[in-house]
C-alpha cells in the first residue's frame, strides 16, 4: 500500500469510527430517556413479584446491551487514539500489520487475526469435569 492509500485508508476508517461513535452515543441517550421514561399502564400497576421481574426485563437488557455499547466505544476510541499517534493497523500484540480487510470488517480491533484467535481463546471459560 503506497502512503497515498495509506492516508486515504485511515481517513475512511477514521470517518467509519467517528460515524459509529456518534451512533452509539446518539443510541445510549435514547436508551436512558426510554428506561426513565416506563411505557404508559405500567408505572402505577401493582402485582406480584414475578409481575415487576416482566416489568423489569427490557431494563435490564437495556442495562446489558448499554455495557456492551459502552465497551465497543471504549475500543473505538483506542482505534482513534491508534490513528492520532500512527499506529493504527499494527497488532498491538505481536507489532505485525493488521490486514485491512480485517479492518474494514472490524475497524477499531487492536489485534491481527491470529493474536484475536489467541485472546479469545484465553478469554473462553474453562469447563471442569467431576
Given at each position: 500500500?503506497t502512503?497515498d492509500?495509506?492516508?486515504q485508508?485511515e481517513r475512511?476508517m477514521?470517518?467509519?469510527?467517528t460515524r459509529r461513535l ?7 441517550v435514547?436508551?436512558?430517556r ?6 404508559a399502564g405500567?408505572r402505577?400497576e401493582?402485582?406480584d413479584d414475578?409481575d415487576?421481574?416482566?416489568r ?7 442495562i ?5 455499547e ?16 500512527g499506529?493504527?493497523?499494527v ?9 485491512p480487510r480485517?479492518l474494514a470488517?472490524v ?10 484467535e489467541r485472546?479469545?481463546r ?7 469435569t467431576?
Amino acid at each position: 500500500m503506497t502512503s497515498d492509500e495509506r492516508a486515504q485508508f485511515e481517513r475512511q476508517m477514521r470517518e467509519v469510527l467517528t460515524r459509529r461513535l456518534d451512533e452509539l452515543g446518539a443510541r445510549a441517550v435514547a436508551e436512558r430517556r426510554a428506561l426513565e421514561t416506563p411505557p404508559a399502564g405500567l408505572r402505577d400497576e401493582v402485582g406480584d413479584d414475578g409481575d415487576q421481574s416482566e416489568r423489569d426485563e427490557p431494563r435490564d437488557f437495556g442495562i446489558r446491551m448499554s455495557e456492551r455499547e459502552a465497551e465497543l466505544a471504549q475500543q473505538i476510541e483506542a482505534a482513534l487514539q491508534r490513528l492520532d499517534a500512527g499506529s493504527y493497523g499494527v497488532c498491538v500484540e505481536c507489532g505485525q500489520c493488521i490486514d485491512p480487510r480485517r479492518l474494514a470488517l472490524v475497524p477499531w480491533t487492536p489485534y491481527c487475526a491470529d493474536d484475536a484467535e489467541r485472546a479469545e481463546r484465553d478469554r473462553a471459560p474453562t469447563h471442569t469435569t467431576l
